[in-house]
């Protein structure tokens, strides 16, 4: 399963951060998850409530917020955002399927739309408060 395998990755970025910070606990927890991903966010919940369980992220408060896909265009320089219907792509063929919304072209860069990123990770230390943003890419 897709979303299993990120969340393992993802958790293990986020139990080292934990660690070196010596956190009691891990409370809040922002994710970036890019559209081109195809990361369902209800199954990543659920990965995330089964591979948490028993580490200092059990029960963290998970946010997911999705990230649209955003283009430049080499032929006429478009830059902004397309709505992708799909098809799912897994394998990284995906500028095969995208289109420049304004001159068609086949071979848009993509800007945004493919990240999985911890934005933030708030934890709690034994005695104190500590907050951290951690601009992390996966
Ligand atoms: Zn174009």
Redesign the pocket.
Known sequence: MHEFSMMEKILRVILLEAKRHSAKNVVEIDLEVGELTFLNPDQLRFAFEALSEGTVAERAKLNIEKVGVRIK?P??G?EGPISYEGPEDHLGYLPRFLE?S??G?REPDVISGRECMIRSLKVRASSRQDAKKMPEAI
Do not use: G, L, P
Request: hydrophobic letters at 10%; a positive charge.
């Open positions: 265009c032929r006429c478009y420049c304004v001159c072209s």
